[in-house]
Structure formats: C-alpha cells, structure tokens
C-alpha cells in the first residue's frame, strides 16, 4: 500500500481504536444502583458526612451533596450518584 491508502487504512484504525478505547473508559466508570448495595452506601455516606462532602438539610428531610449542590433523599442513590461523580471529575482532570 502506498500513498493516500496507506494514510486512510491508518486513520480509519486510530479512529477504530480511539472509539473502543472510549467505550471502555466509559464503562469502567458506570455505576448503577444496583451495583452498590445498602451497606456499601451507608459506609460510603458516612465517610463523606465525616468529610464535611454530605450535609443534611433536615427542613427538607434530604441529604445534600455539597460539591454538586445535588440533594438527595435515598443513601443509595448518594452513593452511586458520588461515585459517578468522582469518576468524571477524575477523568475530567486526567483529560487535561
């Protein structure tokens, strides 16, 4: 193969690439509800009360997830919604 075909094979290959290598990124940090059971979240919840990260709001019977300004009034959604959380900020801060 020589000129522009050899150029077209190796470009349509990166961009093959490229796209599998997304949606593997993608997949690793997908977190559903059903993957984080209710002591997992207490445990996860109560570190980030601990860490000043979960404040409840208790005029509106909610847990708020600082950072985000999210509030929340189930444990387990907390929790899968702060796991996906960190996964995009740290792959966010690993994209630049």
Not at 7 to 22: E, F, P, Q, S, V
Not at 64 to 75: L, M, N, Q, T, Y
């Amino acid at each position: 193969m020589t000129g522009s075909d050899a150029i077209n094979n190796t470009a349509d290959a990166h961009r093959r690439l490229k796209t599998g290598l997304l949606a593997q990124d993608q997949a690793a940090t997908y977190v559903s509800t059903a993957d984080v059971d209710e002591t997992t979240a207490r445990c996860l919840v109560g570190a980030l009360f601990e860490d000043d990260v979960v404040i409840p709001d208790s005029g509106q019977r909610v847990l708020v997830h600082e950072p985000s300004g999210e509030a929340f009034d189930s444990i387990r959604q907390l929790a899968v919604f702060h796991l996906r959380w960190t996964a995009a900020r740290d792959a966010c801060e690993e994209g630049t």
